[in-house]
């Protein structure tokens, strides 16, 4: 085989996404995951509000940031459970890796998709459009959470990147791991994270405007809708 690493890796990465959408269920695990920190990220405001903070635009980001790092402890279990499963010598995951052209990453469009849809949109809140942009903010949260969990199987397959090729290939080709699992978590998954925060923050600022003195969305929306 005389690909360069770079283009083995890209061989790899798509085998690998093959291996677990056939092998695992990475989009339903990834939605149990996202699950579970979406209840750390609720408890961690709960806690925020009894400890006094109140303002609704520094509580969310803030409990979101939290329940990031609930996130890639869950990431973490995750890959170790599939680690336990994983076999490298698998016979239709070695000829994905041989037959599968190198193409480029999916996530760079995916990247460009998730900023697009941001564009253009009005953050200044006012007395006419407060609930539409707390609709706006919800929604986004639930696009960037279909977008995260339909991209599950890049995910878990860009962990297992090194892995699969210390496991096949470091001994024949002296390709070493140059990536910890958790850098590849991150780097697949901080965009999200940065959205779904500053989406809340703006969410949480336009409820603190329309709504002043409430703690929580539902007290905010209930003023709002009463008038």
Not at 89 to 115: G, H, M, N, V
């Amino acid at each position: 085989m005389t690909d360069d690493p770079e283009t083995m890796r890209d061989r790899a990465r798509h085998a690998l996404q093959r291996y677990f959408t056939r092998r695992a269920l990475p989009r339903f695990t990834l939605g149990l995951i996202l699950v579970f920190t979406g209840t750390a990220g609720f408890g961690l405001s709960l806690g925020l509000l009894k400890l006094g903070i109140t303002n609704m635009a520094v509580r969310y980001p803030a409990a979101v940031l939290g329940a990031y790092g609930v996130f890639l402890l869950l990431i973490r279990l995750w890959v170790e459970l599939e680690k336990a499963q994983f076999n490298p010598d698998d016979a239709e995951l070695q000829e994905d890796f041989q037959s599968t052209p190198p193409s480029p990453y999916i996530l760079k469009t995916t990247k460009s998709r998730t900023w697009d849809w941001l564009d253009g949109m009005d953050f200044v809140p006012d007395e006419g459009c407060g609930l539409a942009i707390v609709l706006a903010a919800i929604a986004a949260v639930a696009v960037t959470i279909c977008m995260a969990i339909a991209g599950a199987p890049l995910l878990i397959a860009e962990i297992f990147v090194d892995i699969f090729l210390t496991s096949v290939l470091y001994r024949r080709l002296r390709i070493a791991a140059e990536e910890h699992w958790l850098g590849a978590a991150v780097r697949r998954t901080w965009l999200y994270v940065l959205i779904t925060a500053a989406a809340l923050a703006v969410m949480g600022f336009t409820l603190e405007i329309c709504a002043p003195g409430s703690d929580t969305i539902g007290q905010a929306l209930k003023r709002m809708i009463q008038g």
